[in-house]
């Protein structure tokens, strides 16, 4: 098999799921598009693993371990989500500019004097 | 006259029937996962990731990597997109079309993509556009040989994972759990 049509396919997926990152609204379908983001690298790492036909499987190991990670990451992200949704009401990422800086207010002395005790 | 040794890099033009079903599993991937980021329900676009994650599985087993295809398949197909689907319905999201499924950077987003794309594409075949994957010989991926080179070369690895999963396991469930009332995180 060519290997260029793995490796082809895995960054159109890549691609697909920046586009659903950057895209979506909702929190758990960004987190979706991030799956499609990792299970095209573990495309790459099996098609590369394949070709090399490496005496440690180093390919084959790093994919076990990213679906290991990736499970591990959707689940603290969906509790995270879970739990901000509980708190605001809302699981739309760009609703949530709590930390977003605003050009129109200035900011208090109050403010600045928290923001120094809390680096210090 | 000796017969001419097969060569090396056979054309685009003449596929082998492994790359014809690759190429076609991979038609129908991209195409799910296409409609997964495009979608307006949000339900549909969970299913249709289970169809994307599919048929990553089936190109696994195309690449004889035949164990992490059913790894694949127990835990995106199995448990990640049912995680997926309970997160929608606890965080109440609408049945049918929502229209504002995608925020206002969305043409930005086409672009970078499109971009990246380009880029990528441009890039892998160019550089990989020559080389061969040979899959005779003994599948490289089977059972015996991933839980071979796991247990005998990645076993560091592979116990430092299990930590990680529990501890993540162990967030989990303290971000998730329901305060009483008066104490506030």
Known sequence: MH?????????LLFCVGLYGVLARRNAILVLMSVELMLNAVNLNLVAFDVWLRDALHAGQA?????????AAEIGIGLAIVLMVYRNRGTADVDRLRDTAESPETPESPESTAEKAEAAA | MILAAPPA???FLSPTGVEVAFLLVGLVTLG????????????HAALWLVVALGGLAVEYLLLTAEFIAWV????????VVVLLLFGLMLTRAPIGRS???DSGNRPVALAVAAAAAAALVWVVWDAFRKSWIDLEG???????VTGEILFRHWVLPFEALSVLLLAALVGAIVLSRKKPEGERD
């Open chain 2, 32 to 43: 799910a996962a296409v409609v997964s980021v495009t979608t307006k329900q949000l339900v």
């Open chain 2, 72 to 79: 694949q398949v127990l835990i995106y197909v199995g448990s």
């Open chain 1, 3 to 11: 290997l260029a049509y793995p490796a082809v396919l895995a960054a």
């Open chain 2, 99 to 101: 229209p504002d499924a």
């Open chain 2, 138 to 144: 003994p599948a490289q991926g089977s059972t015996g």
């Open chain 2, 9 to 11: 890099h056979p054309g």
């Open chain 1, 62 to 70: 790093l994919t076990l371990f990213t679906i290991a990670i990736a």
